[in-house]
């Protein structure tokens, strides 16, 4: 099971870091996504489990990190420098899908939690 928390309203500029409670059985890699209204489901950030590497859309390189905390037990999204462009509804999603060119892809993940409502605004 997958929980997501950590959203809320925030200025342009500021951080927030979103948290995804992770129990069960542990999958080979947690990434994040995010949904505007009347967009597409997006890849925001991914992290594997077996070494740690992680991967990062284009537009939140530099300003976002995945992290895992508490062991594996929960998987952080810190942002910073958000912009407007950044607010949507982001989720928490596992895989065992080992290539990692699948990381980026929301069909390869089968397990996901509700989402978390970002809003940039000033």
């Known amino acids: 099971q997958l929980q997501a928390s950590g959203g809320g309203l925030v200025q342009p500029g500021n951080s927030l870091v979103l948290s995804c409670a992770v129990s069960g059985r542990m999958m080979n890699a947690l990434g994040w996504f995010r949904q505007a209204p009347g967009k597409e489901r997006e890849f925001v950030a991914a992290m594997s489990m077996s070494g740690g590497r992680t991967y990062y859309a284009d537009s939140v390189n530099g300003r976002f990190t995945i992290s895992l905390y508490n062991g594996k037990n929960s998987v952080y999204l810190q942002m910073i420098g958000l912009k407007p462009e950044d607010s949507a509804i982001y989720y928490c999603?596992?895989?065992?899908?080992?290539?990692?060119?699948?990381?980026?892809?929301?069909?390869?993940?089968?397990?996901w939690g509700q989402g978390t409502q970002v809003t940039v605004s000033s």
């Open positions: 999603a596992a895989t065992n899908e080992y290539n990692s060119l699948h990381f980026y892809d929301q069909k390869y993940y089968a397990y």
